[in-house]
């Protein structure tokens, strides 16, 4: 129950395309559904962050759609760039801790 | 430059030895965790500590050891006991809020290779 699916494990996509990353997960009691964006070498960074009270979140080309009831969510790249080339984890949290579980990662790859 | 030090970037042991990896963090998070990655895996927690002088065991605490006396630093000890620690560390803290976004804030990693 404390898991978070991620798929697909890797993508390829061509400059300019859109990416689709998605997640799913078990447990109704979490409630922040962060994306975050790692580089080769670096530590993570958050990309973009979801409450369950708003269906879509967008910034930039960055886009989180949400569905509560099917309990999944996904990340959307638009115009997709080759600097967009990094792996991508979904998380997820309950609102009674502040620790996040995570997804198992994304390596997407950009090709010009 | 408020942020998470590691150090350091790389670092090299002998089987059998321990080693203790650094985080500092000036970002006056309550919070602060330890987390494992091995090649083309996702963050496996080590552990978390939310409070100073307090750490909670994360999935896979067996062979490490982490202190907690200072609200800036959180170091982390691969013991001789961890069976296979060659791998990339990731330090992170956030704060803690009663309702809010728990976003954390990862160091750059230190890769530790053991021979």
């Not at chain 2, 090649?39 to 080590?46: A, E, T, V």
């Not at chain 2, 050891?65 to 060659?86: D, G, H, I, W, Y």
């Given at each position: 129950q404390q898991q978070v699916k991620q798929s697909p494990q890797s993508l390829i996509v061509q400059k300019g395309g859109i990416s689709i990353i998605n997640c799913a997960y078990e447990n109704t009691a979490f409630d922040y559904f962060p994306w975050y964006q790692q580089f080769p070498g670096k530590g993570p960074a958050l990309l973009i962050a979801i409450r369950p009270d708003v269906s879509e979140k967008k910034e930039g080309r960055f886009t989180i759609s949400f569905n509560k009831s099917a309990k999944q969510f996904s990340l959307h790249i638009m115009d997709s760039q080759p600097g967009d080339s990094a792996t991508y984890f979904c998380a997820a949290s309950p609102d009674s801790n502040y620790q996040l579980i995570w997804g198992a990662g994304t390596k997407l790859i950009i090709k010009p | 430059d408020g942020g998470i030090t590691q150090s350091p970037k790389y670092l090299f042991r002998k089987e059998g030895?321990?080693?203790?990896?650094?985080?500092?963090?000036?970002?006056?998070?309550?919070?602060?965790?330890?987390?494992?990655?091995?090649?083309?895996?996702?963050?496996?927690?080590?552990?978390?500590?939310?409070?100073?002088?307090?750490?909670?065991?994360?999935?896979?605490?067996?062979?490490?050891?982490?202190?907690?006396?200072?609200?800036?630093?959180?170091?982390?000890?691969?013991?001789?006991?961890?069976?296979?620690?060659?791998?990339?560390?990731?330090?992170?803290?956030?704060?803690?809020?009663?309702?809010?976004?728990?976003?954390?804030?990862?160091?750059?990693?230190?890769?530790?290779?053991?021979?």
């Open positions: - | 030895q321990n080693v203790t990896l650094s985080c500092e963090q000036n970002l006056n998070h309550d919070a602060m965790y330890w987390y494992r990655q091995d090649p083309g895996q996702g963050l496996r927690l080590i552990y978390y500590s939310q409070i100073v002088n307090d750490f909670q065991k994360g999935d896979i605490a067996e062979g490490y050891s982490v202190s907690r006396e200072k609200k800036e630093s959180f170091p982390l000890t691969v013991t001789s006991a961890q069976k296979n620690p060659t791998a990339f560390y990731l330090c992170a803290s956030s704060m803690v809020a009663a309702w809010g976004d728990y976003e954390q804030y990862f160091g750059p990693g230190t890769r530790l290779t053991v021979t």
